[in-house]
Structures are given as C-alpha cells and as structure tokens.
DNA sequence: TTGAATTTGAATGTTTTTGATTGAAAAATG
DNA sequence: CATTTTTCAATCAAAAACATTCAAATTCAA
C-alpha cells in the first residue's frame, strides 16, 4: 500500500473516530508498526494529528475564529458611534459607495431600511449587505487576499461605470499638508476614483488618524469631509479653514 | 499504446483511485516499468499529478476539511470526478475563467499547485481561492443573493478586458436544438461572454442534464466541449458529431 | 527507402522504504 | 513501590522502487 493511501486511510479513520491505535492501523492498512510508527510521526510533523501512546489523536479542533470584522469592532465602540453616523446621513434612495474596511463594514446594519443602492470594494461587506437585502454591486478587480478588497485596474474600471450620490471611504492618516492617505498604492487608486465619482465624499476616521501620514494619498483634505467622533480644540483649529469636519455628538 | 493514450488512462484512474501502482499502470497499459515512470514524471512536471514512492496521487489529497459547499456536493462524487477531470485539463500558468456554481467550486481545490490565474464571477469561491494561494480576478456587477453570482451590465463590461485560454462553465440543460441552457438571462449572457473570451470551452455537466433545455441560451453544441462522467450509448450517438464530449469513466 | 529523431524496454548501480530486532521509556498492574 | 506489560525510538539488513544509461525498436521526414 502507498504512502500517500495509509496516510490517507489514517487520517479519514481519525475524523471518524477522534483517535487511533497503532494496532487497528496496522490490520487495516496491513503493513507493519514501525511502517505505521513513521507515518504518524511524519503527519505529525505536518500538522495533520498528533500523537499519542499507543496512537494518534486529532489535533484539537479548530477555534472559532472571530471575522475579522467582530474582531476589530469589538474594542472599538468608536468606530460604531461614527460609522452609525454616517448611515444616518444617507438618504433613501441614495446610491452610495462603501468602501472596503472594517469601520465602514459597520455602516451597513444601520442602512437596513433604506432603499438605498451600494456599490463597493469590500468582499468582506457581501454577506451583510445581501443579508440586510440591499442591492449591491461588486467592482471587479483583483482580490487581495489579505484584506478582502479588490484593487487594481480591473476595479477602476469597473468603478467608471458608476455615479454616487455619496461615497464612504476609510483611510489611514489625515494630515494638514499631505491630505488623506492610505498605504496601499492600489487601495489609495480605488479610494481616490470612488471619490471622484461621487456628489458628496465622506471619510470615515477615529481620532487616531488624525496628523498621521501614510504612503499613498487619495486626495486633498477639502475634497471630502471628515466623519469622527472626537476632537480636541487645538487640532480642530488647526483643521477648520482645510476641510469640513462632523463631528459624532454623543 | 501510445503516449497520449497511456497518459488519458493514468489520469484516468487518479480520478477513480485517488492513488495508482506503477504495477497497476504496467499492467493495464502493457508497458514496460520504465515508460511508466517517464509518464509519471512528465505528468507530474505538468502539475497533473504528484509522484509518489511506487506510484502516483493526486495534487490535492483530499485529506483536508471540506468546506461547506464542498460539502454540500460531497453526495455528489459525479460532480466532484467531473470536477478533477476538469482540473487536469488545465495547464500550468493557465489563465482560466471558473463560472460561478458548485460543480465548478469543487476544481477549486486541484488547482492548488498549478500556476494558474483565475477570473470568476462565483463570489463563494473566492475563499477557496484565496485559501489556495491562487491569483484571483473578480468581475464586478450585480450580486444575485441568491446564488452569490456576479451578473448584469457590469460583469458583461469587467468580463471584456479578459482573454481566457481555457473556460470551465456550469450549465442546467444540454439539448440537440436548443444546446447549452441556463434558466437566468443574466448569468447566460455572462456564460456566453466568457465563452466569446475562451481560447477552449468546457461544459460540466453530469447526465442529468442532457436532453433537458432551460429558458436562455448560452451557446450552441458545437462552441464548447462537454465533460461528463457518463454517457449512455444511444444519447452519445445522438450528440457525436454536433459536439465534443469527454468522459470520466469508461 | 534511407537516415535522423524519438520512444521503448532491459540492465545497471543507487536510493528509499520497509519490517524485524533491540534496549530504553512509559503505562499498567499488583 | 517494584514488577510486568506495552509502547517507543533507533538501528540494520532485505526488499522495493528509483534514476540513469544504452541499445533495439519504432516513428517521422525527406
């Protein structure tokens, strides 16, 4: 019998049963214990069981693992109090772009009843927006796999093709001279042709991205206007006369 | 036995066996030990099978956890043998449109190692995707809830900047007059247009679809060619020489 | 038909896998 | 706790599978 089949037999017998002797492998694949002896520790070393006297057991199963998206939100209150926010200024009827990210993935449960249209970027944002029946359109584009979002020529493409209303947009720093800026060239690409194709351009921001720069800029500070939820006096001078700032009243 | 031949049973029996002997290829090939090996290994730099110690296994030992909706087909072992054979036609560094639908996702997995590039339109299957390692380009468009595929306008526009050299398409009807079918406008036109793209097409459809039509048509039999994994004599005569049919098993 | 190119199968020596054996280590037993 | 039994890792020789080479057979093109 082949390796790759005891290998096989062992592992499907393991999902069967939760563990295995050496002895009931040994009748089973008829070969001898050492052979069985030197597989379980091979699969071991791969990560496919463990081992244990007298057998093999499996590895311990697999935690749920929290979407990135619960993850993040969770100890951040913040980011639901502006995201909220912003999905009370769409209108119904509104066609919008959400952007990929995990601040305005919270927007969407707060657009349930609106007859709204959501154009995005953000694969992540699928389930819940089909879930909260709201007609969504994909870009097209290269999926990144990291994030979830799809990037690239193919989705500035696909973007062209559309007019907002209004778009939301995430970001990673905001800064006086250097705008809003994001460090993905490829992201920053998306971000900056949604923002162009839309009446109204939101950006959604904590007060951590506040005087932070990062590589790619999407666009000058007076071509959209800020979402947060804090504000400290002396910044928000620094800020007035650049651009527009909302600021979440608790 | 020529070379081709011997090649077509060994792939053959992978698909049956998950596992083959160099014996067993001796004999059911009748050649000799060492033109076996010379298959296996030209085979193998073909990424259409992995060389294994006495014999051959198939790239994705499917030791591993299912995922849900390969779960969902696993009664189905026709689709999941029509799925592999679909696998093994695609070459290494391939660019290949995968269709939205179930029998499609479950190539998924025996693409991991080739170097393939990937377009869908079938948002269930980029997780397997990505899982994979394997470069993914979404199409854009409208998100039909219901089946998670992307259609309309939007996906017909994102679809025309590609060219494909091969094309693996779902289908629900095969008929002599009325020939590939699909029952939603939306997703033939998206069906037919990745059709247009294709250097190849490929049709996967077990037996139940034949002599069915459903309301809109993709394509006539002649554009693409079908694989199944059984065919009864009298039907296969009917369909010889309007198409190319290509079955698993014997 | 001839000659070159390819494919084939046998022969070679090498590498990998295998199963038996060993004494050490770990569990089970009294 | 000591003893017995089982399981273990390490070693080794035999067997199986391997890559490589080479000459014969076949295919292909001129």
């Given at each position: ?30 070969s ?15 990560k ?15 935690s ?26 769409v209108?119904?009827g ?8 995990t ?22 944002h ?27 020529s ?12 209004k ?25 900056r ?27 000058d ?15 928000a ?14």
């Open positions: 019998m082949l390796t790759p089949e005891r290998h096989r037999k062992i592992i499907e017998r393991l999902g069967e049963k939760q563990v295995v002797t050496i002895q009931e492998l040994v009748e089973a694949t008829s001898s214990e050492s052979t069985i002896r030197r597989d379980l520790s091979q699969l071991q070393k791969e496919k069981l463990k081992r244990v006297h007298g057998g093999a057991s499996l590895l311990h199963q697999k749920e693992e929290l979407s990135i998206v619960e993850k993040s939100a969770r100890n951040s209150l913040e980011k639901e109090r502006i995201a909220n926010f912003a999905a009370m200024i209108n119904d509104d066609c919008i772009y959400i952007d990929a990210g601040t305005t993935h919270l927007m969407i449960p707060h657009l349930k009843d609106k007859a709204v249209t959501v154009v995005t970027n953000g694969i992540s699928l389930e819940a927006l089909t879930e909260h029946q709201i007609t969504t359109y994909l870009v097209g584009g290269l999926v990144k796999p990291k994030t979830k979002a799809l990037v690239g193919g989705a500035l493409n696909s973007l062209s093709s559309y007019r907002f209303d778009c939301f947009l995430g970001i990673n720093g905001i800064h006086l001279e250097a705008g809003f800026t994001t460090p993905d060239p490829e992201e920053a690409s998306v971000k042709m949604a923002l162009s194709l839309s009446q109204e351009a939101f950006i959604l921001a904590d007060h951590s991205k506040f005087n932070e720069a990062s590589f790619s800029k999407v666009a500070l007076h071509e959209a206007v800020i979402l947060t939820n804090e504000m400290d006096e002396d910044a001078y620094d800020f007035e006369d650049k651009t527009e700032i909302r600021v979440v009243t608790p």
